[in-house]
């Protein structure tokens, strides 16, 4: 079966451009969560979606961050304008939601570096 | 504020030498404890979910354990391939949300 799906899997992009990282759950997962990973603050939640709608942004650092989830099987992560602090390893993961305590499924990764 | 603690931060094992990894955590209305293996370049993956204070999970050298306060990772007779860093996570009250430590890193040597 496949696993959670991220493209890209490397980014290196100069300081002020637009990054667009995306991510294609598990199939039949309704739940969507976008972390990111830095050797100083270890795995933070971003942001995470229930049935495609934004539950809690609250993890979301400034409003240079945004993330949408237009479809079931795809989600987008942007950063506009792209700063070095940025750079960090994103990743995007999938849980069947039922009410409880789910399991998340995390993706390989976007390794992003902003020059 | 919730707040994951992992300890030690490393960990060097020779090959069969038995160990425990120490996440404490103070999760307001703890809902499951979870843990994950990652592997460089890698993303987590999944090994356990403990939801109660006495359960225990194993797999292969591995068991988790959970108490009120903290759980804990023993690795029996590790291999080289258990090398790897080790994070725990707890899910808060509405179950959804992870709040993670920042992880083990374990190498077993031969």
């Known amino acids: 079966d496949a696993g959670v799906i991220q493209s890209p899997r490397h980014e290196v992009t100069e300081m002020g451009q637009e990054v667009t990282l995306r991510c294609k759950p598990i199939?039949?997962?309704?739940?969507l969560f976008w972390y990111r990973q830095t050797m100083m603050r270890g795995l933070e939640l971003l942001i995470y979606?229930?049935?495609?709608?934004?539950?809690?942004d609250s993890g979301m650092p400034e409003d240079r961050f945004s993330a949408k989830m237009p479809n079931a099987s795809f989600s987008t992560l942007k950063i506009q304008p792209s700063e070095p602090r940025d750079s960090a390893v994103y990743f995007c993961?999938?849980?069947?939601?039922?009410?409880?305590?789910?399991?998340?499924?995390f993706g390989p990764g976007t390794r992003l570096t902003v020059l | 504020e919730d707040q994951v603690t992992q300890s030690p931060e490393a960990l060097r094992l020779q090959e069969g030498e038995s160990s425990s990894l120490n996440c404490s955590y103070t999760?307001?209305?703890?809902?499951?404890l979870f843990w994950y293996r990652q592997d460089p370049g890698k993303g987590p993956e999944f090994l356990f979910t403990?939801?109660?204070a006495g359960e225990e999970k194993e797999k292969e050298r591995l068991k988790a354990t959970l108490t009120k306060k903290e759980s804990f990772l023993h690795i029996t007779a590790p291999k080289p391939e258990d090398s790897a860093t080790y994070l725990c996570?707890?899910?808060?009250?509405?179950?959804?949300?992870?709040?993670f430590g920042t992880g083990t890193q374990l190498k077993v040597e031969l």
């Open positions: 403990l939801y109660s």
């Open positions: 979606f229930n049935n495609n709608v934004p539950i809690d």
């Open positions: 199939s039949g997962h309704n739940s």
């Open positions: 993961a999938s849980s069947l939601s039922r009410g409880g305590t789910d399991t998340q499924y």
């Open positions: 999760v307001s209305g703890l809902r499951g």
């Open positions: 996570a707890g899910a808060e009250g509405g179950g959804n949300k992870l709040t």
